[in-house]
Nanobody, 119 residues
Framework: QVQVVESGGGLVQPGGSLRLSCVAS????????MGWYRQAPGKQRELVAV???????NYADSVKGRFTISRDNAKRTVNLQMNNLEPEDTAVYYC?????????????WGQGTQVTVSS
């Protein structure tokens, strides 16, 4: 049973920083990409940042230069360092893990963590 667990959300003032963390566990043979998505009220879920097993990264234009994604393959963790946060970053953030398991390649999602940027 694969589990994906996020932590680190909260309330922060504009210009502040937060660090999100995610760990995957369970019957995983290997993890391909790991990433963060977010969904604001009334909007569709969107990609924030993704990192491949080899360390290549891709960011949404709206977060480039402010957010940094990193992963530890041995620990099966992915982190998102968010700096200079803006009210528009307010959303529920979800960790995504694209992994190879016994049944083949699958996508797994965490339960989500709330990030609120407000003064």
């Amino acid at each position: 049973q694969v589990q994906v667990v996020e932590s680190g959300g909260g309330l922060v003032q504009p210009g502040g920083s937060l660090r999100l963390s995610c760990v995957a566990s369970g019957g995983i043979f290997s993890i391909n990409t790991m990433g963060w998505y977010r969904q604001a009220p009334g909007k569709q879920r969107e990609l924030v940042a993704v990192v491949t097993r080899g360390g290549s990264t891709n960011y949404a234009d709206s977060v480039k230069g402010r957010f940094t994604i990193s992963r530890d393959n041995a620990k099966r963790t992915v982190n998102l360092q968010m700096n200079n946060l803006e009210p528009e970053d307010t959303a529920v953030y979800y960790c995504n893990v694209h992994a190879t398991v016994f049944a083949g390649e699958r996508d797994y999602w965490g339960q989500g963590t709330q990030v609120t940027v407000s003064s």
